[in-house]
């Protein structure tokens, strides 16, 4: 009998990771093979269109459960593991394997339950996103089944290494909130911009844009920052290929998928130690670390890139390396199609 696979996660008309990473697992080799049919089970709208989402998500992935033989659920941060946690009981019910693909990076501490306790016990197979958070659930339970780390993949974007990336721009790409650090980068840009007159900083996501125009007045530098809102499609191609720089210098992370697409268009990359960073990025070799919320190391990480242009060429070329290697699409689809084989 053939295995198939019932996947569950956020619409592919929802924002954020785990439905970029599930819309290009969809488009490889392995969902063919096993059949996977996609359960969406949230979207971003209003209540009461999440709520039908989730009640006619739920009808349809009960009918389909007695022909699957395998439940793939997506799970990041509390409400999600709320919802999906509905799911999982089904699966268990209906006698289904089971595989949990946690999002969420070092957050997890703070908001763990017996949601996850009892998902995490007894799931067949438990993929995160780094070492890391993979040894922080196995130092509190007892696991039934096999726990795996699994990257998720960069975009496959056919970039070319002679796109220009000469226009002297910073770039941000993540939701605007204290915890993704965008008022770190602002201040830290603040501290070197004099000496670099020629340097923009472009910050890409919704949310509280306010603290950040206040942020940059401050330092006299609001009309050198640029608030692009939301990027997608064309628009946010276009932002990456021109980008010269890009920085995340978040608090907590699973794996950023903002990173991702900065190493798929060769960016040399500045962010922080958190999530899955630590399992892949080597200071000084593929990328430059500072600890979260140290503006000065920022700044000066600003600046070594800024002024040392085959300092950024190298870790460019490091980029690439690893979009091509152990962050492809094709390495994440067979790592995948190897799971779901196992199961």
Request: proline letters at 3%; aromatic letters at 10%.
């Amino acid at each position: 009998m053939k295995r198939k696979v019932l996947v569950v996660s956020t619409s592919n008309r929802s924002r954020g990771g785990i439905a970029t990473v599930v819309s290009a697992i969809s488009k490889q080799e392995v969902w063919a093979k096993y059949h996977c049919h996609w359960i969406k089970s949230h979207i971003d709208k209003g209540m009461a269109r999440k709520l039908w989402q989730l009640l006619s998500s739920l009808l349809k992935y009960i009918a389909l459960l007695p022909f699957y033989q395998i439940v793939h659920i997506h799970v990041s941060t509390t409400v999600s593991a709320n919802r999906k946690y509905i799911f999982f009981k089904f699966a268990k019910m209906f006698g289904k394997k089971t595989v949990i693909h946690l999002h969420c990076g070092s957050q997890l501490s703070e908001i763990w339950n017996s949601k996850y306790e009892d998902m995490f016990t007894n799931c067949d197979r438990c993929l995160t996103l780094s070492n890391g958070i993979k040894d922080y659930i196995l130092s509190r339970i007892n696991p039934k089944g096999r726990f795996e780390v699994l990257y998720n993949p960069c975009p496959d974007v056919h970039c070319n290494k002679g796109d220009k990336k000469d226009n002297n721009t910073i770039l941000f790409a993540a939701t605007l909130y204290k915890a993704k650090g965008y008022l770190d980068l602002i201040e830290a840009f603040g501290k070197i911009a004099r000496q670099y007159p020629t340097w923009r900083l472009l910050l890409a996501g919704n949310g509280d844009r306010q603290e950040g125009i206040e942020m940059a007045r401050k330092y006299g530098i609001e009309e050198r920052v640029e608030f692009l809102g939301w990027i997608k499609g064309e628009k946010k191609e276009e932002v990456f290929r021109t980008s010269t720089i890009f920085c995340l210098p978040s608090y907590a992370e699973g794996f950023p998928m903002a990173v991702l697409d900065a190493w798929a268009y060769g960016l040399p990359v500045i962010t922080t130690p958190v999530g899955g960073i630590p399992d892949i990025v080597i200071d000084g070799k593929n990328g430059l670390l500072f600890n979260p919320g140290d503006t000065e190391a920022l700044a000066s990480r600003l600046e070594m890139l800024i002024s040392d242009k085959e300092l950024r060429k190298r870790l460019s070329d490091e980029a690439y390396k690893l979009s091509a290697t152990e962050f492809s699409l094709k390495t994440m689809s067979d790592r995948l199609s190897a799971i779901y084989n196992s199961i």
